[in-house]
């Protein structure tokens, strides 16, 4: 294998093999200056790809199955149905939305989840996006978790993090982008969750999420 490259994941039942590059070679220091930084800028790591096989995907050794193919309700015309449930809620007037809870957001189903804790993981066309834990993961996708919005949650004091990853799915189905959901169950889900989102950097994660390049349409 050349210089500057590392294995990131191998899948054994999809027999495959992703590698990313390091930060640089011996061979490459020499013949290439190092770009600038700016100062007080953290640099972003590499945006993760899942190595799918059939219904199964592998992030670092952790292997994930497919829960389900995200799809937001669509009126009769095709178009995708947006909510503000702001307006429902009886302290509306009194209470300042949080950080994401302008909205608009979308509704959808996810059915067949366990109702144990694990490791879940959004992907859009491939690319992981969202990394994110809970003790009953049919509940945490369920109606009280992010498939609606409750009015409470777009306030302060409610669940901004539902608001912000439905309403991110919901900006993903506008640009068409496939989104998937990928669960791993276990009874020790949070050290899991923390190495995924040190080493992979999901860009949804965080208080300020990025744009996920380099997604594709492609089937897990």
């Not at 640089?24 to 945006?47: E, M, N, T, V, Y």
């Not at 497919?66 to 009886?90: N, V």
């Not at 919005?149 to 506008?174: D, E, M, W, Y």
């Not at 990928?182 to 208080?207: Q, V």
Request: aromatic share 8%; proline share 9%.
């Amino acid at each position: 294998m050349d210089a500057g490259w590392e294995t990131r994941s191998v899948d054994i039942y999809g027999e495959s093999l992703v590698f990313v590059r390091t930060r640089s070679s011996a061979r490459g220091r020499s013949a290439r200056a190092a770009p600038a930084r700016r100062s007080g800028a953290a640099p972003h790591k590499a945006q993760a790809p899942f190595v799918a096989s059939t219904g199964a995907a592998t992030l670092l050794e952790y292997k994930f199955v497919h829960a389900a193919a995200i799809q937001p309700d669509r009126g009769p015309d095709g178009a995708l149905l947006e909510f503000r449930p702001q307006s429902r809620y009886d302290a509306a007037d009194t209470t300042p939305l949080n950080r994401w809870g302008k909205g608009p957001f979308c509704r959808f189903d996810v059915e067949g989840l366990p109702p144990r804790p694990g490791v879940y993981a959004v992907t859009v066309g491939g690319i992981l996006a969202y990394v994110g834990i809970s003790t009953d993961l049919e509940r945490r996708w369920g109606p009280r978790g992010y498939a609606r919005i409750s009015p409470r949650n777009c306030f302060v004091g409610g669940q901004s993090t539902n608001c912000k990853v439905n309403h991110l799915i919901l900006q993903a189905a506008r640009q068409e982008r496939r989104v998937d959901l990928w669960m791993y169950e276990t009874a020790a889900p949070k050290p899991i969750e923390s190495r995924l989102i040190d080493e992979l950097d999901p860009p949804w994660n965080g208080h300020h999420p990025r744009p996920i390049a380099g997604a594709s349409d492609s089937n897990p």
